[in-house]
């Protein structure tokens, strides 16, 4: 089992940058993608990007492209979305996932996911 926990998240304005963190711990061993989520009150959970665990490409939601970055240090056991040039309609409430190593992932689509943080909330005001 894989443990994830969040942090990072709070206020900011728009414009502005936050970094969150995502530790993993446990049997980390078994991760093969890391992924990025978020879920805004009455809306439904949204892929904002993930990256391969052990090396590999990232992928990004259009909604974020250019503006956020997925990196990780595996050293760490831990991965960061580095949010730049934020807006409003980013607030939300952002939470980290994984997939157990298969050699094929869909990483985009919450329900594949084997394991989550609790997320962390971040507000951007206008």
């Known amino acids: 089992q894989v443990q994830l926990v969040e942090s990072g998240g709070g206020l900011v304005q728009a414009g502005g940058s936050l970094r969150l963190s995502c530790a993993a711990s446990?049997?980390?061993?078994?991760?093969?993608?890391m992924g990025w989520f978020r879920q805004a009150p009455g809306k439904e959970r949204e892929f904002v990007g993930a990256?391969?665990?052990?090396?590999?490409?990232?992928y990004y939601a259009d909604s974020v492209k250019g503006r956020f970055t997925i990196s990780r240090d595996n050293a760490k056991n831990t991965v960061y979305l580095q949010m730049n040039n934020l807006k409003p309609e980013d607030t939300a409430v952002y939470l980290c996932?994984?997939?157990?190593?298969?050699?094929?992932?869909?990483?985009?689509?919450?329900?594949?996911?084997?394991?989550w943080g609790q997320g962390t909330q971040v507000t951007v005001s206008s």
């Open positions: 996932a994984g997939q157990v190593n298969s050699g094929k992932y869909y990483y985009t689509i919450p329900n594949r996911y084997d394991f």
């Open positions: 446990g049997r980390t061993s078994s991760i093969g993608i």
């Open positions: 990256i391969m665990w052990s090396g590999g490409g990232t």
